[in-house]
């Protein structure tokens, strides 16, 4: 069986200072093998955990489109930001990618998807996030799997991680896979366990922003 964290990020995105060495240690520290790795707004993290992770690795991206954040796993080329909804789920779609609906419901971020998008792209998504580590809208679980019942589409989560230390607080023990079918075959037998990070995991992420954009600015 895999204990697999669907949601992580690295160094690689804006708001993340993690390298890929220390997110394998600490994931065969504690048992999680397998991972999505999803920075923002690029695969570069994921293509090189996916070369040296000894565990299986999930090129996903988290995409900001105009009506807030999506999710591809099984990707092949990078997606740019700020493209509208409809055409970042198209070019998901286009590479034979899979589309899952991150955070919904936690109103507390920004970046989140609006809910007046979830009915139009329903027919397109394979996957709701229903628990995610950082979500802070209290209910917005319970929220996320009625969704996920309703449209008849498969559950998933994710630490969210942007920190070592956050790392399996929530993921899913599914059966192992080799592929995209073989992963939704999988995914549909998983046992979602975990639970929420502290909310003031969110104070790392803003500090690695900034520190991210002063560095840049020298």
């Known amino acids: 069986m895999l204990k697999a964290d669907l949601h992580i990020h690295t160094k690689y995105s804006m708001d993340c200072s993690t390298p890929l060495d220390q997110i394998i240690e600490r994931c065969l520290d504690i048992g999680i093998n397998c991972l999505a790795v999803a920075d923002h707004g690029t695969i570069s993290g994921a293509l090189e955990m996916k070369r040296i992770a000894p565990f299986t690795v999930i090129v996903a991206e988290e995409i900001l489109t105009s009506a807030g954040e999506i999710m591809g796993l099984f990707l092949s ?8 909804l409809e055409e970042t789920l198209n070019r998901i779609k286009a590479q034979g990618g899979l589309v ?24 397109s998504v394979d996957i709701v996030e229903v628990l995610n580590a950082r979500n802070l809208t209290p209910g917005s679980e319970a929220r996320a799997k009625k969704l996920m019942l309703k449209h008849g589409k498969l559950a998933s989560a994710g630490s969210d991680a942007h920190s070592i230390m956050e790392i399996g607080n929530a993921y899913i023990e599914m059966p192992e896979f080799v592929d995209k079918d073989e992963f939704l075959e999988s995914l549909a037998q998983g046992e979602i366990k975990g639970h929420r990070s502290s909310p003031l995991v969110h104070l790392i992420s803003t500090r690695n922003r900034i520190e991210k954009r002063f560095n840049e600015g020298k």
């Open 77 to 84: 080329d990078e997606i740019p930001s700020n493209l509208s």
């Open 100 to 123: 899952c609906i991150p955070h919904p419901y936690d109103r507390f971020r920004q970046s989140a998807l609006k809910r007046n998008a979830f009915k139009r792209i329903m027919p």
